[in-house]
């Protein structure tokens, strides 16, 4: 029972992370300038609403697109494997800015935390819900 609920964890870390990246994809595709705004950006030209478009619109929906995938497919751990890296990284990347850039305003360092969090419960979590998942494939035969 235990394994159950630790990879509905697993699953609710990647199905959030998915739907954050997701959302703000979305956002940057409607409201580029405003979004830029919000992370310190500008948009100098085409070119810049070009690059804006294909790092915060294209890459953060195929990060929803897999984040999503792998808390669908819990019996294909390596697909959630490869999204808590990929979370990992990003916590990684802005706590190597906190060292040596600064402190950002707190909603950047709400989201190392959460980044953080999730990377951990999705990464710590793999083998209980790999178990957990088999168990369901086992029980369904």
Not at 77 to 98: E, H, I, K, N, Y
């Amino acid at each position: 029972m235990l394994a159950i609920e630790l990879r509905h964890a697993r699953t609710l870390a990647l199905g959030g992370a998915g739907l954050t990246f997701g959302t703000i994809g979305v956002l940057a595709l409607a409201w580029p300038t405003r979004v830029a705004q919000e992370y310190g950006l500008s948009l100098p030209g085409i070119e810049g609403l070009n690059e804006f478009r294909a790092v915060y619109t294209g890459f953060w929906i195929s990060l929803c697109i897999a984040m999503i995938t792998a808390a669908r497919r819990p019996d294909v751990p390596l697909l959630g494997d490869v999204c808590g890296g990929m979370l990992l990284c990003q916590a990684l990347g802005r706590l190597v800015s906190f060292v040596l850039d600064g402190t950002p305003k707190p909603t950047f360092v709400a989201a190392f935390f959460a980044e953080l969090a999730s990377a951990i419960t999705i990464l710590a979590l793999r083998k209980r819900a790999a178990a957990a998942a088999a168990t369901l494939v086992t029980r369904a035969a």
